[in-house]
């Protein structure tokens, strides 16, 4: 069975960001615009106000840097909608933080359809301070490449995704306070590179992203990274984060930013992974919802599966498998029980196996 893509949960729509912008939150939507280019001046830091530029740049513009332009850290001092990005060159390279910029899109840079950031061969780069800019533009090279089939698309969004893996948590500090558990804090994300919390609400929309890079790669590792990250939300819950400030600090800041999208991002997936998946042609299994994997075997046209819960189940766990080789049809055992031969499209779907 073909698997099915949908847009990511971060990215409102098929998009072309020509690279990453370090703005606290952007969002980036597409629609037909009349661009006029609006060139950053050589002064003004703050890329909100209009001394900044030639003319303040609006939701059908393209902000322009050029030589000459300010470069450097730069902010916005209060919240921006552009049409797209253009950086020919400037100053330094970019640094830009701050409130929330919108890029409307529809824009042709240089003779590019673009709806989000073009930078030219000769222009500066631009650096991330917040990885919530980070995991939309990841998502949307793998959007384009759904689109375009362009190989160097996906190369590029797997590069820029192995650096968003990097705020990705492998261990839970010991020395942190209020742990429940050794792993409690396992395969969270944190937020930037100068802030301290621990499994942030972001995480829940990173693991639906990274999953959307095993369906289109079968790499195993983005099927336990995805997993494990949208599983990082509950154990911190109803907080958005843990050890907001370094230590024992939480914080709530809303149902929807921490339990809320926690609960969203699991509930997305769960078609896909079941209450058990097994990628066919790794031999790899991940438990989802409180099972622990003990072995797993798939080898010629044999599924081989062992798992124990700490829970008592009411209902019969869905055992779910995708990345099948050349055969078409797989036998199903799971704890020493023959669940019969089923096709790859069965499969996909799911098969009930006997109550925990």
């Known amino acids: 069975m073909k698997p099915k893509f949908r847009k990511s949960s971060l990215v409102t729509a098929r998009c072309t960001p020509w690279h990453c912008l370090a703005a606290a939150v952007i969002t980036v939507t597409c629609h037909p615009a009349m661009a006029a280019t609006r060139t950053k001046a050589a002064t003004g830091t703050d890329l909100s106000l209009a001394a900044a530029w030639d003319t303040l740049p609006g939701s059908g513009d393209i902000a322009g840097w050029f030589s000459g332009s300010l470069g450097g850290s730069l902010t916005l001092g209060s919240a921006q909608n552009w049409g797209a990005i253009d950086i020919e060159d400037a100053t330094a390279p970019l640094s830009i933080s701050g409130s929330a910029l919108t890029l409307s899109g529809g824009q042709t840079i240089n003779g590019i359809a673009s709806s989000g950031i073009y930078i030219a061969a000769a222009g500066k780069n631009v650096s991330l301070a917040n990885n919530i800019a980070l995991g939309p533009t990841v998502a949307a090279y793998l959007e384009m490449y ?9 190369n590029k969004g797997e590069a820029l995704l192995d650096y968003l893996l990097l705020y990705q948590s492998c261990w839970t500090n010991p020395i942190l306070e209020d742990l429940s558990t050794p792993n409690m804090l396992l395969g969270g994300f944190t937020t930037q590179n100068t802030d301290s919390e621990w499994s942030d609400a972001r995480q829940s929309s990173f693991g639906s992203i990274i999953l959307d890079y095993y369906r289109a790669t079968g790499n195993v590792e983005y099927l336990e990274r995805g997993v494990a990250a949208l599983r990082a939300q509950f154990p911190v819950s109803p907080y958005e984060n843990w050890a907001h400030n370094g230590y024992t600090t939480k914080w709530v800041s809303s149902f929807h930013w921490g339990t809320g999208n926690g609960m969203a991002g699991v509930e997305i997936e769960n078609d896909y992974l079941g209450d058990v998946v097994v ?42 498998c995708h990345h099948a080789t050349n055969v078409s049809m797989y036998r199903l055992s799971v704890n020493g029980h023959d669940y019969g031969s089923h096709t790859t499209q069965q499969l996909a779907v799911g098969v009930p196996v006997k109550r925990l």
Request: with cysteine; glycine share 6%.
């Open 146 to 154: 759904l689109v375009t089939k362009q190989q160097q698309r996906l």
């Open 279 to 320: 990628d066919i042609k790794n031999g790899v299994a991940v438990g989802i919802n409180g099972i622990d994997v003990q072995s797993c075997t798939a080898a010629d046209d044999r599924i081989e599966l062992h798992f124990t819960t700490p829970f008592q189940w009411k209902s019969d766990p869905i055992v779910v």
